[in-house]
């Protein structure tokens, strides 16, 4: 069932599977090229990541009271329309969904001013429709060395392309010469897509 105020299903009627956000987020982004529910050109699939794979984001599921969680990275859709505020969907987060930009930065991201430098964030952005063409997974990443899950995965097909079946390395990394979309410090992000980027400071991680 659609959301009426939205582009893609229901929290609890969309493709999910923890610990798979990048597949979950090629799901939605399937959706909507598939429904035609939104201009795909408004799309924006977000990598959340740094060199050391360690990025803290508050008001996720997985987290306890106001502590962050560390992920190594995170992926969230985000939308992006002349006639509305940035939207953000992001399925693992305890927050609205969607939810606005200047929210989920406010709440879930936070500032980088008082976080450890290890911990500074950078954020890929994607268009939606590249992503769909060129992202590729055989969840390799989330075996462990005895070929057990680390997580049990999604219960489709692993999603591949023509030329791969595993460019996830490429979508994380915050290099500006490897993959594809732009790469940006939080701050750039912040003022590219945001009309008012002032989200308060965070504490720092333990």
């Known amino acids: ?19 798979y956000c990048e ?7 399937e959706f909507v090229r598939t429904e035609r529910t939104a201009p795909l050109e408004e799309l924006f699939v977000v990598f959340i990541s740094n060199e050391n794979r360690m990025v803290p984001l508050w008001k996720q599921k997985s987290g306890r009271g106001d502590q962050p969680v560390i992920w190594d990275y995170h ?8 006639q509305t505020d940035p939207l953000v969907y992001d399925l693992d987060s305890e927050l609205a969904f969607p939810c606005s930009l200047q929210l989920y930065a406010a709440e879930a991201i936070r500032s980088d001013h008082d976080i450890r430098p290890a911990y500074h964030r950078k954020l890929r952005v994607v ?14 990443h989330m075996k462990n060395p005895d070929g057990t ?12 392309t023509a030329e791969s079946h595993m460019n996830l390395d490429d979508f994380i990394s915050m290099s500006p010469a490897v993959g594809w979309g732009r790469v940006f410090s939080l701050g750039h992000f912040l003022q590219r ?7 308060p400071a965070a504490s720092c991680p333990s």
């Open 75 to 82: 992926v969230v859709l985000l939308q992006v329309g002349l």
């Open 193 to 199: 897509y945001m009309r008012n980027p002032s989200p």
């Open 149 to 160: 899950w680390k997580m049990p995965p999604p219960p489709y097909h692993p999603i591949h």
């Open 1 to 19: 069932m659609k959301r009426e105020d939205g582009i893609i299903p229901c929290r609890e009627d969309c493709v999910y599977t923890s610990c």
């Open 23 to 29: 597949e979950n987020v090629w799901k939605l982004c």
């Open 127 to 140: 268009p939606a429709e590249i992503f769909l063409l060129n992202f590729a997974s055989d969840r390799s």
